[in-house]
């Protein structure tokens, strides 16, 4: 299956090796020798491959199949992994129209392969090779794959079609980034049916045109940033660095998204230390106040020393300013490119 992103270089010499150097062998099934005698390129996609033991045959035989494809099955893989995921997690359920289109695109998560690749025959030498050839019906693979893409254009277009106010909001950014996932999905599925010498069905369009308008929307969304006990608004400094990187600006107005952050520091006595060490706890969460939701948690608490406290204090504010810079950002990077918006 196209979830799995194959390699160009990959696919090109495993297609060379198994349509170039599949030796001739005597007293072989026809496909053996000249797979596309007994499988015609007019109604088949087909290929071969071998090997010292069955599974590899099979294996070496999809993989050539898939080369055949070549570039045109690559996915992006966090995009591949992202759709598998809505695919296993029953997260697509809810944009997808009917039922069964939904058990359709579930049977999808469980194929490695090709959607209609199957191994068509497998050949033993009597001595230590196995041969085996991988077969696509044309006609019916490109039914497959035409009906799989448009359960996807279903989906995107439930994605997107929202009033404006559940436009501009950061459930919003998330349909639109996950309908851009969709959108690169179906550019392979595209390309597939083209190469099954079969019409694609018309409005498929890339993802980028999706994903620039989830970052039009993160512009008309401001982030309220409200820090306690901060010094020289170095802690807000460092969350407002967060959310500029992803298109938000930080506000100390009302905005319906609040992150409130409490900082509190603290003196700890360290016996026989030369050192004088500060403790530091930052908490913060990111709110929804329309919705009154808890959106994410975030806790970082550290000890550092000098010889002054001045310094112990400004080497934990700097801490907490590094732990913000990496693991909130961490954290809202996984907020936004992970998680799938729920219907």
């Excluded at 020798?33 to 290929?47: E, G």
């Excluded at 071969?48 to 690559?74: P, W």
């Excluded at 501009?168 to 639109?176: E, I, K, M, P, T």
Aim: with cysteine; aromatic share 10%; net charge neutral.
């Amino acid at each position: 299956m196209i979830k799995k992103a194959v390699l160009i270089i990959v696919s090109f010499l495993l297609l060379f090796f198994s349509c170039k150097t599949t030796p001739s062998v005597k007293n072989a099934p026809e496909w053996v020798n000249s797979v596309h005698s007994v499988f015609p390129r007019s109604q088949y996609a087909a290929a071969t491959g071998f090997g010292s033991t069955r599974a590899m045959a099979e294996g070496n035989a999809l993989a050539s199949l898939t080369a055949f494809f070549g570039q045109t099955v690559e996915v992006e893989r966090t995009a591949a992994s992202s759709y598998q995921q809505a695919i296993v997690n029953g997260v697509m359920d809810g944009w997808i129209d009917t039922a069964e289109m939904r058990a359709n695109i579930r049977t999808t998560a469980s194929m490695d392969n090709l959607m209609g690749a199957e191994i068509k025959e497998v050949w033993f030498d009597s001595k230590n090779t196995y041969y085996a050839v991988a077969v696509m019906e044309k006609a019916r693979s490109a039914q497959i794959y035409r009906e799989l893409l448009q359960v996807n254009l279903n989906v995107i277009k439930n994605l997107v079609t929202m009033t404006p106010n559940e436009k501009n909001s950061l459930d919003g950014v998330l349909r639109y980034r996950f309908a851009a996932i969709v959108a690169d999905i179906n550019v392979s599925y595209s390309n597939i049916i083209r190469l099954l010498d079969s019409p694609v069905p018309s409005g498929v369009t890339g993802g980028d045109q999706y994903r620039l308008e989830a970052l039009n929307i993160t512009k008309t969304i401001p982030i309220n940033i409200r820090v306690t006990n901060d010094r020289n608004g170095r802690i807000y400094g460092a969350f407002a660095r967060c959310f500029a990187d992803w298109g938000f600006e930080a506000t100390n107005a009302n905005a319906r998204y609040v992150l409130n952050v409490n900082t509190v520091m603290s003196p700890v006595d360290l016996p026989n230390n030369p050192n004088i060490f500060t403790r530091i706890e930052v908490s913060g969460t990111l709110t929804d106040t329309r919705a009154n939701l808890v959106l994410l948690p975030y806790n970082f608490n550290s000890r550092e020393g000098h010889t002054t406290q001045a310094e112990s204090e400004n080497r934990a504010i700097f801490a907490a300013e590094r732990n913000v810079n990496e693991e909130f950002a961490s954290i809202l990077s996984e907020y936004f490119s992970q998680l799938l918006p729920k219907k």
